[in-house]
């Protein structure tokens, strides 16, 4: 078997004036993704589509192998997802991860950082682990496959975002950061209290004399 990220450009006009924009005009991906359609239907080699959604980031969290790439960690996440027990395994991890109050993530923003940081809080608000489905919404949560992938890899790109912007504004990375509960920037770094600015002591009488 062999399985693809299913990629859908046709809704990128927006980016067009972008750095990623001229990649994407330069990718043939769709011809990249015909000629496998063919070669498999020639060979009766059996082709799979999956999601690709946050899948460079929790192949990076979830792979114990330190040394793996980011790509190399996006293709595992992917082949997993190719099938039911894969994707099961994965559902399972990404609940212990979006659940735990307590964990350490590998996170790495091509050209911008690459370190572990330690993480309080759980990744998925309480309130919406059991959170029902919209009334006019076609999500059915019981057959969402994926529910708890994109619910860790949402919460971690949001970290690596915060991450990031905190590292162009202040200069310096914390490796602790604490997550709030609902909110629009949820993400905050924890000071140690060895770090934490010390207060101005007053001067006492006596050196005011002298």
């Known amino acids: 078997m062999v399985v693809l990220e299913y990629l859908d450009f046709e809704h990128s006009k927006r980016w067009m ?9 330069i990718m043939p991906y769709r011809k990249i993704r015909q000629a496998f359609e063919r070669q498999c239907m020639e060979q009766g080699v059996h082709l799979r589509y999956v999601k ?45 991860l979006a659940t735990q109050e307590r964990t350490k993530l590998r996170l790495n923003r091509k050209r911008k950082f ?4 330690t993480t ?11 959170q029902p489905a919209r009334e006019n919404s076609s999500l059915d949560r019981s057959a969402d496959v994926h529910r708890f992938q994109r619910c860790a890899g949402r919460a971690i790109s949001d970290l690596s975002k915060a991450m990031g912007a905190h590292l162009y504004k202040e200069k310096v990375l914390p ?11 949820p993400w905050h770094p924890v000071v140690p209290d060895a770090e934490a600015p010390r207060p101005k002591t007053k001067c006492s009488t006596l050196s005011r004399l002298v």
């Open 17 to 25: 004036r972008t750095k990623l924009g001229a990649m994407l005009r």
């Open 52 to 96: 690709s959604g946050y899948a460079s980031l929790l192949g990076a969290v979830l792979s114990s192998y330190p040394k793996l790439g980011r790509d190399q960690a996006a293709a595992a996440v992917i082949g997993q997802r190719a099938s039911e027990e894969g994707n099961t395994w994965l559902e399972k991890q990404c609940k212990n």
């Open 114 to 117: 690459g370190c572990t940081v």
């Open 120 to 130: 309080e809080g759980a990744l998925m608000d309480r309130q919406l682990e059991d």
């Open 175 to 185: 490796l602790c950061w604490k997550r709030s509960g609902l909110a629009t920037d």
